[in-house]
């Protein structure tokens, strides 16, 4: 038996297994012809196939572009998908750390659909006021910390598809390409976002990108400050600030980034 030889067959799984993988390796996502072409099928043997993963929501279809992606279900079981799952292996002990130094709590927030999702979070116990923010809560792009800082270290290609993503999710809302661009080139120049929380009021967020082997930002640490009427209950940003930066280093390192290959 060859090694692509396997003892039973199961046609019907092993044709919805490779529309998956296609689309997994695919995130601008491919129309029913595109499907059918890439996986040397007939349109009619995939349809029915493409149409029970997009009922079951493992797939979504984009009316405006007329494809099909990989739908957030999946969220659920690749988040014991090994880079992931390594990314909170590596992360916790260190951000552990961090909280304790910085007395906050913080969180790692992924790209996913359009815009940050919280991967998770870790709290610094001994302090009620820290803000703790869900694990799986979302926020958009486009005015939020989070998203700045995937938009200002992605390259030029994921950049553009994420910003096709969050038009898609967000139809009725218009984006100022010009005033985007202006503030990831200022988070890029600087290496972190620091801004008032678009949502809560006396909130201060603060995101510094988090890095793998191949240079991509697959992550970013993000903390939420209260800020107090009485200054001296201030944290120092600019310690805060130094401490999210040695930590996202620390970690990206031990994700195999080098900063000079």
Known sequence: MTEKETKYKAPALEKGMAIIELLARTPEGLNLTQISDSLGKSKAEIFRMVAVLNDLHYLEFFQTERVYRLSLKLYRLTHRYAPVHHLNNVAFPIIQKLCGDIQQSCHLVVYSDGGGLILSHQDYDTNSNCLTLPVGGRGPLTDNCAGHVLLAFASYDNRERMLKAYQENHPDLSLDLMALRNIWLRVKEQGHEAMPSPV????????????????????????????????????????????LKETSHL???KMGFDEEA
């Open 200 to 243: 809560l009021a006396g909130v201060y967020d603060i995101g510094v990108p988090i890095f793998d082997y191949y240079h991509n930002a697959v992550a970013v640490l993000l903390t939420s400050i209260l800020m107090y009427r009485d200054e001296s209950r201030n944290a120092d940003f600019e310690h805060v600030i130094n401490k």
């Open 251 to 253: 970690i990206s390192q």
